[in-house]
């Protein structure tokens, strides 16, 4: 606790510049370019979202849907709207707009949002059903041979697992209640 984590972070690299362990160069390379202007790219639309009423429209539309259900309902609901944007987006991308419409909802049906804000990161890891949520298997479907429907195969099962895990343990680690 003497510094915050990203300062930490960010002198540690710099000493690794400055004492020769690591180049300009490779540092630049070490950097995904694309993920780093994707998510950048995703903050203001998320931020304009909320500024224009979108994520309240967003949330009034699932309370239509859902809200008189119960709040594993809505957890789902939310569970399956961020792990859908997964399989498009990259996880972290689909995770920065669906957070704010999960703890908008979880204030709408009047409940503790750290369940929600769980299964938004559950669900944004858990994107196993496309090759497209995270650069990291992006970057092994050529050199592993794997084709879409390897991924359907296995993820689809997987994700109904990893939903099935997170509807259990989300509302218990984290209860519903306010108090």
């Not at 002198?11 to 070490?30: H, I, N, P, Q």
């Amino acid at each position: 606790d003497v510094v915050p984590l990203v300062t930490a972070v960010l002198m540690a690299a710099l000493a690794a510049v400055f004492t020769r362990c690591l180049t300009m160069e490779d540092a630049y390379r070490g950097i995904h370019w694309r993920s780093l202007v994707l998510i950048a790219g995703m903050l203001p639309l998320a931020d304009a979202l909320n500024k224009t009423g979108g994520t309240q429209a967003i949330v009034d539309a699932l309370m239509a849907a859902v809200g008189d259900s119960s709040h594993y309902m809505m957890l789902s609901v939310i569970f399956f709207l961020n792990a859908t944007l997964s399989l498009v987006l990259f996880n972290t991308a689909s995770a920065v707009l669906v957070a704010p419409i999960a703890i908008y909802a979880a204030a709408a049906i009047g409940v503790s949002p750290y369940p929600f804000a769980v299964a938004v990161l559950i669900a944004a890891s858990a994107a196993y059903s496309t090759p497209v949520s995270t650069p990291v298997v992006t970057l092994v479907v050529d050199p592993g041979r794997y084709k879409f429907t390897d991924f359907v195969k296995v993820g689809v099962p997987l994700l109904l697992l990893t939903y099935l895990v997170t509807i259990v343990l989300a509302p218990l680690i984290f209860p519903f209640d306010t108090a």
